[in-house]
């Protein structure tokens, strides 16, 4: 069952300390994995708090109600800012301490010009060790604008949908590039995209903008006059990238670059090509559907092909329980009405139509 927290205080720093009291063995437990993870993936010294505090001065120059929101989590929950900081630039950190990640997540999206009712759904895959560390968190705000987002507890985003026509999904990369310097957690880009876009050339200005030291694909997914659209931003450092949906409306995206700027520097399909494999069998299977609904997509999603690489992902049996990879959660976004569903667990457990044929 998926835990949801609507949060009552409706300015940021008040809204940090909700959670974070109303969380804190959550947020600390999140805090102890991480440390664990990246104790044991890095492949260099590093210090987990001033890593953290790299990251809190760029949140605070790149979106300030978030500093401030995630000062509050951290004073609520009786945690160091700084380690707060860091969970919320998880993903900086490992690519800075050269951690060996492989790629996770598939993404589909498809938009229709003359309908504002797009599809969009992704599988979330992580460490099965944070398999109870996720939650769907309703963020209002004093403006009476709404962000929901699905998240790990301490951090302030991940995939989402704002009330004004706007979702984004989330999927990982890797650039030779990445990890120089902590820089705007990607994270955070994307919660800031939700709370403070209203337009999809306001988000994608916005994730422009935002100086990033580790590549992921924020899709976009914009709802709005009878018509939908969707980019998938490709940030990597000296990007982004955009890429555009097929002549069907449909957009892939796993854990490959797509736009031409980056894939020379791309170590994803080299070390783990299942990227490709992934890409390849959801297109072919989606590819020919001009009007796809979620069931449909979660069937197509519902394959076991690669095994613990699969687009529906489970741990190994048989092999030790650190560092295995599940899927998580299946996320589903209604951009047009403002709603997400996060379904835990893989796209097996949720099925009901058979792939699309």
């Known amino acids: 069952m998926t835990t949801v927290f609507r949060s009552t205080a409706l300015e940021p720093a008040a809204r940090g300390r909700e959670f974070g009291a109303a969380h804190a063995a959550k947020v600390r437990s999140g805090v102890a994995r991480y440390r664990a993870l990246f104790e044991r993936a890095a492949q260099k010294p590093f210090d987990m708090a001033e890593l953290g505090a790299q990251a809190l001065a760029q949140i605070r120059a790149f979106a300030p109600p978030l500093f401030d929101e995630i000062v509050g989590m951290a004073e609520g929950a009786d945690v160091d800012v700084r380690l707060v ?23 589909v999206v498809q938009v229709d010009p003359w309908s504002a009712r797009p599809v969009a759904v992704q599988t979330w895959d992580w460490y099965a060790e944070f398999a109870d560390q996720w939650l769907t968190w309703e963020i209002p705000h004093a403006n009476g604008h709404m ?9 302030v985003g ?63 997914i914009a709802s709005a006059d009878d018509s939908s659209a969707a980019v998938s931003v490709e940030l990597f450092p000296g990007g982004p990238g955009l890429v555009f949906p097929d002549a069907n409306g449909l957009l892939v995206h796993t854990n490959h670059f797509l736009a031409g700027a980056a894939q020379s520097g791309d170590t994803e399909p080299r070390r783990y090509p299942d990227t490709l494999l992934r890409h390849d069998l959801l297109t072919r299977r989606l590819a020919r559907h001009t009007r796809l609904g979620p069931l449909q997509v979660i069937g197509a999603m519902n394959n076991h092909f690669g095994a613990t690489t699969a687009v529906c992902c489970h741990p190994d049996a048989n092999a030790p329980e650190s560092g295995q990879y599940a899927t998580l959660a299946t996320i589903v976004l209604d951009v047009a009405a403002g709603r997400l569903d996060a379904l835990p667990g893989g796209p097996c457990g949720h099925a009901r139509l058979p792939a699309a044929n």
């Not at 900081?85 to 996770?104: D, F, H, K, Q, S």
């Not at 929901?148 to 301490?154: C, I, M, Q």
């Open 85 to 107: 900081g860091a969970i919320n630039a998880r993903t900086e950190i490992l690519a800075y301490v050269g951690a060996p990640l492989r790629g996770e997540c598939s993404t």
């Open 147 to 155: 962000t929901t987002t699905v998240t790990e507890y301490g951090i």
């Open 158 to 220: 991940k995939a989402g949908v704002n009330g004004r026509g706007l979702g984004v999904h989330f999927n990982i990369l890797h650039h030779e590039r990445d990890g120089a310097s902590i820089g705007v957690p990607v994270h955070v880009a994307s919660r800031w995209m939700l709370d403070s876009c209203a337009a999809l050339d306001d988000a994608l200005r916005l994730l422009a903008a935002a100086p990033v030291s580790a590549s992921s694909s924020l899709t976009v």
